[in-house]
């Protein structure tokens, strides 16, 4: 046996797991319905970060973004060290959740747009998710190969006026 499939999310804790890819479906789906398209210059700065289908993001960035909406899973992903207070943003494949109010949004763009590159290559939510979190348990939120390389990726297009 595959020893990866023994820290995968959706075989140690199934139920959690489902509870998470309902609620992600569903917000990735009401943000592909009321979210902004990317403007000209943010679409040129997607292709530069290896997304393939640019035209698909959709972004929501309100007040209200970060709200998990519901209280039992936000506790639960507390515990897996995700707080949304200290999140600029939620990248769901093409749908991307955005903190109005961080510093420096280009950059957090450029994280999240570099996270639907990834969620491309995966092909999933669920596949992606899995992984996903699969990473945070094992590396700590923040710290596996696929949020080393958001950041990488974003502070790489930091200096350029895309
Ligand atoms: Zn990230």
């Not at 959709?58 to 207070?85: N, Q």
């Not at 939620?90 to 903190?99: D, G, K, P, Q």
Request: hydrophobic share 40%; glycine share 6%; charged share 20%.
């Amino acid at each position: 046996m595959n020893p990866l499939n023994q820290l995968t999310p959706s075989v140690r804790y199934p139920l959690v797991f489902q509870k998470i890819l309902k609620w992600a479906t569903s917000r990735s789906q009401s943000i592909a319905q009321r979210g902004a398209w990317l403007t000209p210059e943010a679409t040129k700065l997607a292709l530069k970060l290896g997304v393939k289908e640019p035209d698909k993001i959709r972004i929501y960035s309100a007040h209200d973004a970060m709200d998990i909406g519901d209280e039992a899973l936000s506790r639960l992903l507390k515990k897996f060290g995700f707080s949304t207070s200290r999140t600029c943003g939620i990248t769901l494949f093409h749908s991307i959740a955005m903190n109005p109010y961080c510093n420096s949004n280009l950059v957090v763009l450029a994280h999240e747009l570099r996270h639907v590159a990834q969620f491309e290559a995966c092909g999933s939510l669920e596949f992606y998710l899995n992984y996903y979190l699969m990473e945070v348990g094992y590396f700590g939120y923040g710290k596996g190969p696929l949020e080393v390389d958001a950041q990488l990726a974003s502070t790489n297009n930091n200096n350029n006026n895309f």
